[in-house]
């Protein structure tokens, strides 16, 4: 897939968003025709150089570019020539998606496991053991807690990681 329909895709689009920022952005969303400097590039879409680096660093960090030193002769100096490897953004979208999965299974053990309170005042939200501590009254208003039903968040919780699996093509836990 080319780099240009890559940046088309609005979720790649927010994935490199999400690692390099909106500072980054333009660096990430202009991979040059094989190899460039940090100079180059900093001059071509007219950003900070630390701005441009510290694009490139996030990227080099995730897999998305890589680099390779040159020493000038004369002068010792190195000069870093970039390249981008945009060829990986699906496999480590793919990543993400797995981590975000066992993060979603974890919170909804988390969420299935334990009784909350409320403070419907300041919307504070303690588990059981922490609202008998306080002798169910809130600790800031010292209104009292109620107790809140979670099988909303459950749900929704639960219709995610459905699609997650999906998505993904891996068998429900229930399945498992």
Known sequence: MA?????????????????????????AASPPDGEVTDEELAEEIGLELNDVRRA???????????????RDEDSGWLTYLWTFEYDNIPERLEDEMH????????????EQDHEFYLCETDSIRFEFGEAMDFGFQCPQCGGELVSMGNQGLVDAIDTRIESLEEELNVPSEAEA
């Open 3 to 27: 780099y240009e329909d890559l940046l088309e895709d609005p979720v790649i689009q927010k994935y490199l968003h999400e690692l390099v920022g909106p500072t980054g952005m333009p660096v």
């Open 56 to 70: 490139l660093f996030i990227l080099y960090e995730n897999d998305l570019a890589t680099y390779r030193r040159l």
């Open 99 to 110: 981590r975000l999965l066992e993060a979603l299974r974890a919170r909804r053990e988390y």
